[in-house]
């Protein structure tokens, strides 16, 4: 299957931009008691504001999954964290009431050589940060940063008195580490080191925390290409030579994710029951399976986009997807699901200007009201 969304990385980069520019629950329906607790998702393209926080907590969202990149954080060698723009989400969230999956990733130039992404302007990390001693330090000494910052007694915690507190307990490793976009040259071995060093980084500050793997495109086009490097690997590969490269990788994370796109919801049992056929050939099927992002755009339907479904098209496939995820959820053992977006966005990706619940402005979509109905909220 061609690759229906390629992703510049400077979408995240953006929004965190507009992030820093910023200031510094409801009894489930019947519809919703089906899932695990927190089981609703989003991911919001541009920072919501307080009222809006309290809008998506109103319409049944549970959780909203946030990036933290270290480029921001430290984007020059030696820097002070810098948290606002996470902050601010952080505090919006935790206030609504939301819980808050962070996924760390993006290596600064100063730590990972950032590269031109093949059959793109774009540039991204050239490795994930695993290939020199200094990398794996400074990596791990972020990751202590963050913690240190979010989790059990954390620092935001301590200078935001007046939020309830909500440490964050689960970290989502990379993002889409089987994908040229976050990473050029993506490698099975190389993220197993990573997982490893971040395991050991993120216990040594908070021991009851959990890690899952980063959300893997479950089918990329260039996957496909007879190139090497490989500049993609489909999900189940990749996730399957990870075992294989990495032995006891598998005592040090919980559950794993995916970002099943595909051109009709139709696709999504083949595609995830592929993914989780790789936990149980590697003896290894207890782990619960997140949907870390899963979407489709509401722009006019086109020959060349086979991932643009028009307004009433978008409500379809949520409806397929969603009622797919219910049915399937204990036997998937699938834990959460995230919508992406929240908002539209133009220009970012190139499905990002209608993967929004809500279009420009706030203004809510046939598909919010969709989605409310499963999260058994009110819109």
């Not at 919001?44 to 969202?61: D, H, I, M, W, Y």
């Amino acid at each position: 299957m061609a690759d229906l969304r390629k992703r510049p990385v400077g979408w995240v980069r953006a929004w965190l931009a507009a992030l820093a520019v910023l200031a510094l629950g409801l009894l489930a329906a019947p519809a919703a008691m089906a899932v695990p607790a927190d089981f609703w998702g989003v991911s919001p393209q541009n920072p919501p504001s307080t009222e809006q926080f309290q809008r998506l907590k109103a319409g049944g969202v549970d959780s909203v999954r946030i990036p933290i990149a270290w480029s921001g954080v430290q984007p020059f060698s030696g820097s002070e964290a810098n948290f606002s723009a996470s902050d601010i989400l952080v505090a919006g969230a935790t206030a609504a009431g939301i819980n808050v999956l962070p996924f760390v990733y993006e290596a600064p130039s100063w730590a990972v050589p950032r590269v031109r992404v093949p059959g793109s302007s774009a540039k991204a990390p050239k490795t994930v940060p695993v290939k020199t001693g200094a990398q794996r330090a400074a990596w791990a000494n972020f990751l202590k940063l963050v913690v240190a910052r979010y989790g059990p007694g954390g620092s935001f915690w301590a200078a935001n008195p007046t939020l309830p507190e909500a440490p964050i307990r689960t970290w989502q490793i990379w993002n889409e580490e089987n994908f040229k976009y976050f990473v050029v040259r993506p490698n099975p071995a190389d993220y197993g080191k990573l997982v490893n060093i971040s395991y050991t980084a993120i216990k040594s500050v908070d021991p009851g925390a959990k890690l899952i793997l980063g959300g893997m495109f479950a089918r990329p086009g260039e996957a496909k290409f007879k190139v090497k490097p490989p500049q993609a690997y489909y999900a189940s590969d990749f996730l399957d030579r990870l075992y294989s490269t990495t032995p006891g990788i598998k005592k040090k994370f919980s559950g794993v994710a995916l970002h099943p796109y595909t051109a009709n919801y139709q696709q999504l049992t083949p595609d995830i029951e592929e993914f989780i056929s790789v936990l149980k050939t590697n003896h290894d099927a207890g782990k619960k399976l997140w949907i870390t992002e899963i979407g489709w755009s509401s722009e006019p339907k086109s020959a060349g986009d086979s991932f643009a479904k028009g307004p009433k098209g978008q409500v379809t496939q949520l409806n397929g997807a969603f009622r797919l995820f219910k049915a399937k959820a204990a036997r998937w053992k699938l834990q959460r699901i995230y919508w992406f977006s929240v908002d539209d966005q133009a220009g970012i990706c190139n499905f990002c200007g209608g993967s929004g619940l809500f279009a420009k402005g706030f203004l809510p979509k046939k598909s919010w009201f969709a989605y409310v109905k499963f999260a058994g909220g009110t819109p």
